[in-house]
């Protein structure tokens, strides 16, 4: 399914897209382009192992590098495309700033709520949720999805749900893949047991924001691609698809993972929390009823 070369200068129709090397040299050389929604989720600079990348950066270079990515997007970007940003809670000014100083149209700040207790600093709070600043090329969104979704019932109500509600900017119902069980059997890990990425995106979350900011056939964008959740995710909801990773390690992991999905990667079993959702199959481009039994 993937391809790790092109024959010409662009990236249009192939699906989905595997490209090797520094995203910042694609966008000079006019590789990307057409792109209706982007999933950014940088390395945070913390100081973390990363073979191919310097995450020990001095602050002031480490955002202006964010920014030449958040620029070459914008400008690979059609008009009304999204970007969905992804960064540590405490780096949320930066994220705002840059996306501001770089043309995009603020929207929402997404609070993805943790599942995981986090130990308490000795001056502050515990953290337990990112960020994820959802920004658009223009004023409006080309396509937004209402998507209606059914977490869990909180304590206090009453009564079910019979229709489900309308998602929020808060996401308390997607687990995230930490270092414990929590983690479960999507992470990949090495011979000795270990997450080989420790940032590793799970598929729920990359399906809400792909039904949320896009119709089957339009084009997602992962700059910085890891592991490839984007890309998975994108190809199950029939949507082409373009990652950029530099790792190549990280490379062989995405094509591996396109070739053979694994049950923990096949996001039919999230078909169900969306049931409500008007329209749904046209934003999934499938019948469910007739490939899913859950929602009949």
């Known amino acids: ?19 090797q090397g520094d995203c910042l040299q694609y966008f000079k050389t006019g590789t990307i382009k057409g792109i209706d929604l982007t999933f950014f989720d940088p390395p945070y600079n913390q100081g973390k192992d990363y073979a191919n990348f310097n995450d020990n950066q001095n602050p002031d270079e480490y955002w202006d590098l964010i920014k030449q990515v958040l620029e070459g997007t914008y400008n690979a970007t059609v008009e009304g495309g999204a970007i969905y940003f992804m960064q540590r809670e405490k780096n949320a000014e930066f994220v705002l700033r ?7 149209t603020y929207q929402n700040t997404i609070i993805w709520k943790k599942l995981t207790s986090a130990v308490p600093g000795r001056y502050r709070f515990g953290k337990s949720y ?18 209606r979704i059914d977490p869990p019932l909180p304590p206090h109500y009453t009564y079910e749900r019979k229709n489900g509600m309308y998602a929020t900017d808060i996401w308390a119902d997607i687990r995230e893949l930490t270092s414990g069980y929590f ?13 080989i990425h420790k940032q ?8 809400r924001i792909i039904l949320s900011s896009s119709l089957p056939g339009d084009t997602v964008f992962d700059p910085m691609a890891g592991t490839g959740t ?21 490379i062989n992991l995405i094509k591996k993972r396109l070739e053979k999905l694994k049950p923990a990667d096949d996001i039919s079993k999230y078909y169900q929390d969306y049931q409500h959702t008007p329209d749904l199959d046209k934003i999934l481009g499938i019948n469910i009823k007739k490939q899913n039994k859950l929602l009949v």
């Open 230 to 250: 984007t890309l998975v995710t994108a190809y199950q909801l029939r949507r082409k698809s373009v990652g950029i990773e530099i790792d190549p390690n990280y």
């Open 130 to 147: 990112q960020v994820i600043v959802f920004a658009t090329k223009g004023r409006k969104p080309r396509v937004f999805n209402r998507l």
């Open 1 to 19: 399914m993937g391809n790790s070369a092109m024959n010409d200068n662009s990236v249009t129709t192939s699906n989905p897209v595997i490209l």
């Open 200 to 207: 590793q995106s799970p598929v729920a979350l990359l399906m």
């Open 98 to 104: 840059s996306l501001r100083e770089t043309n995009w």
């Open 183 to 195: 983690a479960g059997e999507e992470p990949f890990r090495d011979k000795t047991g270990e997450r």
